[in-house]
Structure formats: structure tokens, C-alpha cells
């Protein structure tokens, strides 16, 4: 949802006239819901009732609901005598024993006091700085009634469909929204690293031209293939021949992990705009290590992805584009962009040799780009020997039910300890085994998923005769698996045959 601040304006006054108030100032905000179920005439007016007090009245026009808190509200903040600060929130009489009012003082409310005790000192980077609020609304509701819903229903991926689908169909709606506002359209777009195709898929919906290309085709292509231009390429982005399609004027970068680096230095040999939206870091020639201390603004709270993000910047600010940050309104923690573009009087002419020193710069001894296998590892352990899993697994569950003598009825559960001390009771063969795995002792407990639980660097015996219902509840089919606690734990299964969520 976006909030628009209202100027003087018609629309304002007769917000204003449906008011009953009148306080010291008066802010009216408009807004814009991305679903069509809630209201599209709904308002908020905003109104100063002291020093440090403010009261909010919600105003809607129509029978819809309200997209934010459907009664009035007020916010205060107060000082003691030892200069602590106490926010308060609090309801009209008449509204107290409305539904929002619960939700807002025991999880709302906490949550915002978090966030205000974790916010950083320096100015925020607004989301959606770059492009109109109000019309990417519209434009994403239209693409997520048009294709996300449909695609949500017929996902044939592993990944979570609700997340990454509306992801995309937020992506977009941004990218077409930022075309709109800066430039134009590019006549030819290339999705680098486009990984599921499904962003591709999206913006060739809305008639706009572009490719996508990936290391390696997914089996999900074949249902984009009649809308989707989806390409099966191995590219060396530190040749000087990109190998992309004439005509090239946009790239994207979508979590392109080894690529994101890269590409402003494509864009800067064709001589185009890009979209970089980095994720995992790594650098020209492999993972990205933590340098430096300095970020630039709004990155500084961001720990290691704070100083990937500055290094990202300080490749496109070298090669001489105008940049700019923006932040998405994505379900995904990596939401700050760039948005590069050409300046008025062009790249620089040394631009190849800005490259080059780029390079050079990053470069270590016969080190080169190494692009990802056609053929994905797998990296969860999951290719174990038989033995040697079943083994490991009884012998870590063996070590954690003599820690203690804690029972549920007389079901024992055992202890818990550090991950960390679990690691010194492996044997080199057993440590070397995970290691060939491309993973590690943390990655082989958690896909012993009915047997352990990892919190918080610790592992236990999971708590059977609670937690089976919530197995339930959330897998289908799951009696397709034996029940490793029938088979294996002295006291058997605490759930009977016909009740437990695996096979007995």
C-alpha cells in the first residue's frame, strides 16, 4: 500500500469537510491500496493536538474497507525526569473494544516501539523514491490479477509461490513504472541471470521487448516459451564481445549473484541503462569479503551487505553513470537498488580503460570469471551415503538424549547443546564426508527435519508429542515417511499409529 500527502486541492477540502475537528495543524494523506478489496477512496487525516501528540481520524468515501486502521487513534510521546521517552497510543472510548485495538496494542505497537529502538540515525531512503506511488499500485493490481494469480496456482517450482510470483509482479510493475517516468521504454531489455524467466514472462505480458538469459534452462521455461524470449547462455561478461543481442539498451540485474558486479561494466560497453537489484554478494571473480569501513548512506546499519552495496556503487560511480538508490516494496530483506543511466554528455571516452583498471583492481593471480556449472550441485547433504546418514543421525541423537533426563509423560526428550560441541564428538572421516557434500553439520540436522530442532545455535531432540500436530497441519502426503521415533527411539513413537504424522 502507498501514502500520498495531499496538497490544497478539491480532493483535500472535501476530505477536510467530512472532518469534525479542528486542531492546530492538519496533514491529509490518500491511500492507495494494491488489492482490490479494500477501498480506493480511503484517507487518513493527520492532525497536531499538542506538543509531542498527534491524533489520526480514518475517512472513507465508499462501503469497502479501510486499507489501514479503520478508527481513530492517537500517538503521544512523553519525557520523564531521568529524559526517557514513553510513546503512548490510545483509542476514543466508543472504539475501545474494536478488533484493531487488541491487534494494535499487543503486536502493532511492540513491533513499531523495535523498529524505533533499531532505526538508524541518518535519513531513511523512501521507498518507491524514483517512480509514481499511485500508478505502480494500479500496475502492479493489474499484473497480479492478470498473471500472478494464475501463475500462483499452477507453480510447478519448489520455491514458495506466493513469495517469489508477487515478488516479480512488484519488480515489474516498478520496471515499467520507472520506464514510464525516465526515458522511455528500452527497445530491447536483457534479463542477465534470469533464473525462473518468470520476470521476463511478466514484462513481455505488457508488450515490452526484451530477452532473458541464464547459465542454465529451467524446466518451468517450457510454460513461458509461447510469451517468453528465454535463452540458454554461457556468458564471459569480462570479454569486450558481450554476446548479447544487438540492439541491447536495458539490462537487468534480478539477484544475479556473480553477474550483479558485472553488469554495470556490460552496460558501459553497450553504452545502456540497467536496473541492479543486488542480492548475494560476491565480487568480480568470486565471493565478496567484507573491506573497508566507510558505506555510503543508507547502507550504513546494513553489516556486510552494507559495504557490498558500497562496493556495487563505487563500480558504477567509477564508470561514470548517473545513479540512482531506490527501495522496493518486495517480501524479501535485499529490497535497495541502483537505477543506472546514461548523463547528458555520455560516458566517459577512457571508458575501456576505466574497465580494465576496474579489473586489475579486483583482479588476484591467475584469477578469472568462473560462471555457474550448467548442472546444479546439490548442497544439502542430501547425497550422504545410506549408512553413514542413518549412523550420524543415531549417533548425534544418542549424544543429545543422555544429556538429560527431561521426559513428556514417560517419553524422554533429552537435552540440548551447542552446535559448535555437537562438531568435536565427529570423526575427521565423518567431518571430511559433509565437507564433500558442499555442506555442513547445521545443514545435515535440519534435513533430519522429524528428528531435531536448531535454535539459536543449539540442537535437541524434537518434541514429539507436541509438535506432531503442527507436522500435520503443514505437510501433505507426509505419511509417506516412516517414523524415525518408532524405529529408532528407546521409548518408540509417544503418538499412536492412526494420529502421527509419518509411517509407523
Known amino acids: 500500500m502507498a501514502t500520498l500527502k495531499l496538497e490544497d486541492s478539491d480532493e483535500k477540502r472535501l476530505v477536510l469537510d467530512k472532518c469534525e475537528f479542528d486542531f492546530l495543524a492538519i496533514d491529509v494523506c490518500k491511500f492507495v491500496p494494491k488489492s482490490s478489496m479494500f477501498s480506493k477512496q480511503s484517507y487518513e487525516v493527520r492532525c497536531i493536538n499538542g506538543p509531542f501528540s498527534a491524533i489520526y481520524f480514518p475517512i472513507t468515501f465508499d462501503e469497502l474497507r479501510s486499507p489501514h486502521i479503520p478508527i481513530p487513534y492517537q500517538l503521544s510521546l512523553n519525557i520523564n525526569e531521568n529524559s526517557t521517552y514513553f510513546l503512548t497510543i490510545s483509542f476514543p472510548q466508543k472504539h475501545q473494544s474494536h478488533p484493531i485495538c487488541s491487534w494494535l496494542t499487543k503486536q502493532a505497537f511492540p513491533r513499531l516501539l523495535k523498529w524505533m529502538n533499531q532505526a538508524p540515525t541518518h535519513a531513511g531512503l523512501y521507498s518507491h523514491a524514483l517512480i509514481d506511488s499511485a500508478c505502480y499500485a494500479e500496475t502492479y493490481e493489474r499484473i497480479k490479477e492478470t498473471s500472478g494469480k494464475e501463475l500462483v496456482k499452477n507453480w510447478t517450482e519448489k520455491t514458495d509461490p506466493q513469495k517469489f510470483v508477487f515478488e516479480d509482479c512488484a519488480i515489474a510493475s516498478y520496471l515499467i513504472e520507472l520506464w514510464r517516468n525516465n526515458h522511455g521504454y528500452p527497445n530491447q531489455f536483457v534479463d542477465m541471470g534470469c533464473g525462473n524467466g518468470l520476470l521476463v514472462y511478466l514484462l513481455a505480458n505488457e508488450k515490452i521487448n526484451g530477452i532473458g538469459v541464464d547459465v542454465r534452462k529451467r524446466n518451468i521455461w517450457a510454460n513461458f516459451r509461447n510469451v517468453a524470449d528465454l535463452r540458454e547462455i ?3 561478461p569480462s570479454s569486450v564481445y558481450t554476446g548479447l543481442p544487438d540492439g541491447t539498451d536495458f539490462l537487468i540485474g534480478n539477484h544475479s549473484d556473480e553477474l550483479t558486479p558485472w553488469i554495470p561494466i556490460i552496460a558501459a560497453r553497450l553504452k545502456c541503462r540497467f536496473f541492479l537489484l543486488p542480492c548475494c554478494p560476491f565480487d568480480l571473480f568470486g565471493k565478496f569479503s567484507k573491506r573497508g569501513s566507510n558505506c555510503i548512506p543508507f547502507a550504513e546499519d546494513l553489516g556486510k551487505f552494507g559495504q557490498y552495496f558500497t562496493y ?18 518486495i517480501p524479501s530483506t535485499k529490497r535497495l537498488c541502483f537505477v543506472g543511466s546514461l548523463p547528458e554528455n555520455g ?5 575501456e580503460e576505466r574497465i580494465l583498471e576496474i579489473i586489475n583492481a579486483a583482479k588476484n593471480v591467475n584469477k578469472e570469471f568462473i560462471p555457474r556449472l550448467k548442472v546444479e550441485q546439490v548442497r544439502n547433504c ?10 550420524l543421525t543415531k549417533k548425534i541423537f544418542d549424544y543429545l538424549l543422555n544429556l538429560s533426563l527431561e521426559r513428556i509423560g514417560d517419553w524422554r526428550c533429552g537435552g540440548s547443546e551447542k552446535l559448535v560441541d555437537i562438531i568435536k564428538t565427529l570423526t575427521g572421516e565423518e567431518k571430511e564426508h559433509l565437507r564433500q557434500q558442499n555442506g555442513g553439520l547445521q545443514t545435515f ?15 535437541g531432540i524434537r518434541k514429539w508429542p507436541l509438535e506432531n500436530g503442527e507436522f500435520l497441519s503443514k505437510q501433505k502426503d507426509i505419511r509417506k515417511s516412516e517414523c524415525w521415533f518408532f524405529r529408532n527411539h528407546p521409548d518408540g513413537c509417544p503418538v499412536s499409529t492412526e494420529k502421527c504424522a509419518f509411517r509407523h
Do not use: A, C
Open 347 to 351: 560516458l566517459p571516452e577512457n571508458i
Open 234 to 236: 554461457v556468458l564471459d
Open 382 to 391: 542430501s547425497l550422504l551415503p545410506t549408512d553413514l546418514r542413518t549412523n
Open 445 to 459: 540436522i535440519k534435513n533430519q527435519h522429524q528428528v531435531f530442532t536448531v535454535r539459536n545455535g543449539s540442537v
Open 312 to 329: 556495487i556503487h563505487s563500480i558504477i560511480t567509477k564508470l561514470g553513470f548517473d545513479v540512482k538508490l531506490d527501495r522496493l516494496k
